[in-house]
């Protein structure tokens, strides 16, 4: 099924995607491969290490976008 998740941050990717992404080939002459992996691996964990941790966090942000655009409505 197609995620319908709004997609605030590469941090918020399921780890299957991860996976798949596309590189540019100038990024990969550019940056040693293990560099490039660190730096995969800091983004992935930066809410947590496991991807149930990453889903709770990504849902308290959309949670807290949902109640901010509310409270610009009732503004207007």
Not at 25 to 46: D, Q
């Amino acid at each position: 099924p197609e995620d319908k998740r709004p997609g605030y941050a590469i941090e918020f990717m399921p780890w299957n995607d991860w996976i798949s992404m596309f590189i540019d080939r100038k990024t990969l002459e550019n940056i040693p491969a293990h560099l490039l992996v660190a730096a995969c691996l800091y983004e992935m964990t930066w809410f947590g290490f496991e991807e149930r941790d990453i889903r709770n966090m990504e849902d308290k942000l959309i949670e807290s976008v949902k109640k901010c655009m509310e409270k610009t409505k009732e503004k207007k």
